[in-house]
Structure formats: structure tokens, C-alpha cells
């Protein structure tokens, strides 16, 4: 089943409620929910992780993540860290928050920054839930887009190690009929690459 890692940072319990709907409703959808507190650290390491990320954030105070968070920010703020740190992981959040205070959802936005300051990239776009007006408005439409986006990472996922799969036997092929010549590695396996994707050659 396809796992994805799913974190929620909560204060009052709004977050984790909806961590765990999430969870629940990911077998029906054929995922497997892997879920934590983001403050279990020992629980995950998004530096090894390769399945996907989905974040539940609220806010407290005056705009900021909640105190199960705290842990977690202070760790990926960590200015020695290079750009290119979490360069591998792609991620969905949904923060939650309320309009009527000035920073609306701002745990939520600390941590979306931060995670794509550090080379993180979006497969599902964030979503800001605001409980003025109701939380539902928001969360419910998203986690039920939720289930698309996985499905299209996953594809693009095993298209994409496909490739490198026949990357990887064109490159031996070459190495073995003419290992003295490196600089025709790259061109022979692109042209063998470009064979097996061509549909006119499938039943050749």
C-alpha cells in the first residue's frame, strides 16, 4: 500500500482531529497513513524520508506554532543547514487559524516557508482553514483533493524510477560493449531511452 508520513502540530486538538480523519479515511483511498505528533522526532527523520509529507499546523499565541511545534522550528531554522537539505521531499500542509487575529495561520506559514527555503517542494498546494468563518470550508474540500494529489505523486513517482531503471541498463549496456569510450555513455543510453518510450517500437 502507498505509504505517506503524516505530522500534526496541535495546541487545543483541532490539528490532531483532523490528522486522524485523514488517517482513517487514507485506506479507503488505497494510502497508508504513517501518523505522528511532529514532535515525536524519534518517531520520523524527514532528512531519509522518501514518501511523501502531509502537515496539519494550527496556530497559537500571536501567530505562532503551537507548542507541540516547537521542537521541530527550532530544528529546521538551524541556519547551518544547507538549501538543499530537504531538496528530496515533496509535501502537502493545511494550517489552520483564525482571521480576526493579525497573523492568520502563521504556524502554518513558518513551517511551509522554511520547508521550501530548505529545498522542499509542494505536491499538493496548502491550504489555510480559518475557524471565523469555519474550518470546514476549507479542510473538508482539501483533504478530499488530498487523495488526487498522492495518487499523481505516486504515478510521476514510479514513472520517474522507471527511467532511471532504464537509464541504468542502457549505461551498464554501453560500459560492457565499450568501456574505453565514457564520453558516448551519455548519448547511447538517451537513444536507448528514447527506443523504449517510442510507442511505434512496441511491437518490434
Known amino acids: 500500500m502507498r505509504r505517506f508520513l ?4 496541535t495546541q487545543k486538538g483541532q490539528a490532531k482531529a483532523i490528522a486522524e480523519e485523514i488517517c482513517e479515511k487514507a485506506f479507503a ?6 501518523l505522528h505528533c511532529i514532535s515525536e522526532s524519534d518517531k520520523y527523520d524527514l532528512k ?20 507541540t511545534a516547537r521542537k521541530f522550528v ?11 537539505f530537504l531538496a528530496h521531499l515533496r509535501y502537502g500542509l493545511l ?13 502554518g506559514k513558518i513551517i511551509d516557508k522554511r520547508l521550501q527555503e530548505l529545498g522542499a517542494r509542494h505536491f499538493y498546494d496548502t491550504g489555510h482553514a480559518d475557524d471565523c468563518v469555519g474550518l470546514e470550508l476549507v479542510v473538508e474540500p482539501w483533504v478530499d483533493g488530498l487523495w488526487a494529489a498522492l495518487t ?9 524510477a ?10 551498464d549496456a554501453s560500459q ?29
Open 162 to 171: 522507471e527511467r532511471i531503471g532504464a537509464l541504468r541498463v542502457a549505461l
Open 95 to 107: 494550517g489552520l487559524g483564525d482571521s480576526e487575529y493579525t497573523y492568520f495561520c502563521n504556524g
Open 152 to 160: 499523481k505523486h505516486f504515478t510521476s513517482s514510479r514513472g520517474k
Open 29 to 34: 483511498h488505497g494510502f497508508s497513513a504513517d
Open 74 to 84: 527550532k530544528a529546521i531554522q538551524d541556519k547551518a543547514l544547507p538549501g538543499d
Open 48 to 67: 531519509t524520508e522518501t514518501a511523501p509529507l502531509v502537515v496539519v499546523v494550527s496556530t497559537t499565541g500571536t501567530g505562532d506554532p503551537p507548542d
Open 6 to 9: 503524516l505530522l500534526y502540530a
Open 176 to 204: 560492457r560493449m565499450d568501456p574505453l569510450k565514457p564520453e558516448l555513455l551519455h548519448i547511447e543510453s538517451q537513444v536507448e531511452l528514447l527506443r523504449l518510450g517510442d510507442p511505434r517500437r512496441r511491437d518490434s
